[in-house]
Structures are given as C-alpha cells and as structure tokens.
C-alpha cells in the first residue's frame, strides 16, 4: 500500500511537470475564425521599433468577427486616428494581457459605451482604463471586429500577448501551434566593419559587404568565404524568415555568433520591453538601411545600447592581427527551430603604412556627455545618451535661392539620434511679421521641405527633433482645406447610412477638427491617412429627419483655421 502511495505522488508529480512543461498552445482561443495568414511577425525589423505582435491577414477586407482569446476584462481601450487606431486590452488570469489592434468597431456593447464617453468628452480620439467588473469578457467572446483603422497599411488584425505586469509583449506564437512554418532563415548578405583606427579589411580603410549563396546546406558568402582584414572588426548579417506558403518577409528569433568554437555574441527575442524598442537602430547598421534599404544586425554592441536581448555579456569584436585565423559561425534560427548557418573565416594582414587622416572640419561629440554649441546663428542642444556611440558632427550653413531663410546642414541622415536634440534657429527681420505662422522646415533629399514644427521664443524659433539633416524656416499662412465625399444629389443623404469629408493640410498638418450639426457637437471618425471624416448617422441620437446644417471646423499646426457650411437633408 505504501509503495503504490508513493507510485501514485510519483505520477502525479510526474504529470504537473508535463503540464508545467507544456507550451500554452492550447489556452487561448483564437482571435479569428479564419485560417491565419501572418503578415508581420514577433520581433521583425520596423522602422524605429521591433514588432510587437502577430499581424493576421483578413483577405483584403474588413468586419470579421474578433475573439476574446480567454476570460478577463477589458482593461484599457483606445481609439486614435493613428498608430494601433481602435484597439482594446483585455487582462486574463495567469498574468496575461491580449491586444487587439485597428478594429474597424468594437461589439455593440462596448462600442455604445465608447460612443457615449466620446460625446461626454467630445473628441473621436479618446482613452479609457477599467478595472476589473467593469466591462467583463468571457472566452471566445465577440469583442469587435477586424478593420484598417490608425496608421494600419492595410486590413489586417494587430494581435498581441503582454506580460500584464510588466506590460512586456512577448511573441503570440508561445500561444498557437496552427501557423506552419517549414522555412529556415534566409541570410541575403554579411558585413565586415572597421571598428578602430588602424582598421582595415582587404587592404582598405573601408566596411565591406558581401551578398551570400547556399550550398552544401549553408550559407557562404558569394565568391571567397575568407576574408583578409587588420584592427578591430565587427561583423553582421542581413537575414530575414519566410513561413511555409507565404512569401511576407518575417523576423528571427535568435542569432548566435561563434569564432574558433566559441559563443561569442547570442541575440535572443521572445519578450522585450516598449521602453527599449528603440535601440532598435543601434541593433542595425542604421546608415546601411538609410542608404541602401539593407537591414544588417549586428553583432556588436555599441555602448550605449542597452537592450535587454543580448544574452552574452561582452560587446564581442574581432581584434586580428598579422597572422591570425579566426573562423567565424553564425547560427540563426526563427521561433519555429529552423536552423541556418553562415560560416566564413577572417585571416590577420598587415597593418596600414599610414595614420588614418582626421577630417578637422568636424566636430567629436562623446556619446555620455552632454553637448551645447552657439554657432553661426544656430543654437544646438544635446542630451547625453542621445547617441548610441562618439560621433563626429558637421555643422554647415548656406544660402539657398528659393528658400526665406538660411539653410542649416547638421549632423548626418546616417547617425540615429535616440533621444531628441533641440534646434534654435535665428529669424530674420523681414519674417518676423509673420509671427506664429512661422514653422522649421526640414528639406528633403529631393529637395521638398516638410515641417518640423517650433515655437517662438523672442527672436528664435526653436524645435526638437530626433533626425539629423537639413533645416531652414518656412511660412504657413495657408488654412486646411474642406470638402464633401462624393456627396448625392442635392446632398440628400436620405438612402445613405454615412456623411464623408475630406480634410487635408499642405504643410503643417492637422492639428484639430470640429463638427457640429445644427451647432450640436457630432461624432465624426478621422481617418488621418486617407485624409478622411467619416459621420454614421445611426450615431448620432440627436439626428431626425429632414433639413440640417453640418458645421466644421479644421485648425492645422501653424494656427490657421478653416469652417465651413454645407446644407444636407437626412
């Protein structure tokens, strides 16, 4: 009796162990009825930022019902003409959070009381937090339905699982086994980099990259897979994912770099905090995506990027001298194990005869101090740990025929900046007139200025920005502009369940709107990519039948403001 009392505690232990052990594939519901199409992956490269979640397709259209992926309660709801758009967050037991991201609506439950809070407030844009008992959500519950809405590229549903306390996105696909993916990582390319001043890689004070090619169940890079370098170097590699049946471009999941049998670098992303996404562009050779679109990893780490996925603790980078042979391995596989390898070799050469030339036309910023300079006519101001590394900083300024004003070159497109710097730029007499509708311009590489924005400060206008470039000021005096979409005849809206507009500002951009029917404030969408307004008539509780006035009101950011009347019959 005691041994089969200790067989049964054993089983039962046993048993917690396996279900310990399990992945949690099977604890939530699906967040679509359809057969999932991923689009975007956990942790794929984006501008600025790592993926936080799964985009699922929806077959180019919109209103497919949305699931809530188990028992919780709704703990935050935001609705935005940008980013995630109509998004909702539910809280689960066992310390998840689920997202659900450019809705097209919200259930009628919940979007009656969003539309009530939204007239309360009166403003479409709107942020809400509940507790829990307020708006509960039970399993497979229907919580909205998919759609296009906020800065969304096309219909698509945003799914995301966080971490509740930490708030942490970790990747969906720990929750789902349903999304097949047979492909190994494809590697396109690797880089070589000089990393110290007497570097060099064949013979030359210059990186090199190198397009790879498959063989022999790996990948090499094209041509030579030995390399002849001197100095410190760095290396990365250009690699993205496939899944099986699509050719949508996803991110990996961990990148290991070994050199003569020895891990040293290891990239991991299962979790990662919003706070840190943005040492994205120290991950990245950044200059080598804004000049050729290539996105490149790295495998070494500059000193201020203080991401939390590297899983090695040195910021590893080759020191080759004359003689050496160091054979390098980097092992890259994607959330599903499906294993790539790139392997090449790097022998030392001799040292460059010649010291490396300073360009003293530069200016040395360290990256861990902070940096101010008046010169000029610019005023220049820079946090410390506003660059990932020390940068040499060009500071130029010229005239140019067409613009109103000086044009200040500063810095270079291809140093990321991760904090914002602040620009104070002189004003000449002859625009001081213009007062409040004055703005910083940024200039294009093709020429077009665009704005920065600024306020007025005495004689300066000042503005914080997070890009190095080409700067002047410009003169906003043109107000936004507004008219009716694709309107019916005699604008008799009786067979129709929607009234559009089309709002649009050519340089400062919209900063508010306003509408009124029958001087009532009414709730009109904005859809900020399309330029679009967009007034549901069922929507409005006020709203009967026959003559009404429609009233708006646009502002853009430079103050100038629109209104305009339109008549319509309901």
Known sequence: ??????????????????????????????????????????????????????????????GYRIYASDK???????????????????????????????????????????????????????????KSGEIDIERGEVIGYSGNSGSSGGPHLHYEVRDKASQKPMNPLFFRDDIMDDVRPQVQGMKLYCLSDDATIGGKRKDHYSSTVFYDRAFHPKGSTIFKAHGKIGVGVQVLDYLSDSWRKCGISTIDLYVNDSLVYAFKIDKFSFAETRYINSHIDYAEKVKSGKVIQKSFVDPNNRLSLYKTKNAYCADIKPGDKKIFKYVIEDFSKNRSVLAFTINGEAPPTQAKAKDNSLISVKYNETFAIDTLGLQLEISAKTFYTDINMLIHKEEREGMIAPVYIIGDKHIPLHRSMTISLPIPDSLLKYDDKLLVAGISSNSKTYSVGGKLKDDRLSVSTRGFGRFTLAVDTIAPSIKLRKAPENNHYGGRQTIQLIINDTFSGIKSYECLIDDQWALFEYDAKNYRLTGTFKHMPFLSKGKHNLKVMVEDNAGNKSIKEFNFIK
Do not use: C
Request: hydrophobic letters at 35%; aromatic letters at 14%; charged letters at 25%.
């Open 1 to 62: 009796m005691k041994q089969f009392a200790l067989l049964l505690v054993w089983v039962l232990a046993v048993q917690q162990i396996i279900v310990a052990q399990k992945t949690d594939t099977e604890r939530f519901v699906k967040p679509m009825k359809i057969k999932p199409s991923v689009s975007g992956s956990f942790g794929e490269l984006r501008s600025n930022h790592f993926h936080s979640g799964l985009d699922l397709t929806t077959n180019r259209k919109t």
């Open 72 to 130: 919780g309660y709704v703990s935050r709801i935001k609705v935005s003409p940008y980013g995630y758009g109509k998004a909702i967050y539910i809280d689960h037991d066992g310390g998840y959070t689920t997202v659900y991201a450019h809705l097209e609506r919200y259930s009628e439950r919940i979007d009656s009381l969003i539309r009530a809070k939204q007239y309360e407030q009166k403003s479409f844009a709107i942020e809400l937090f509940f």
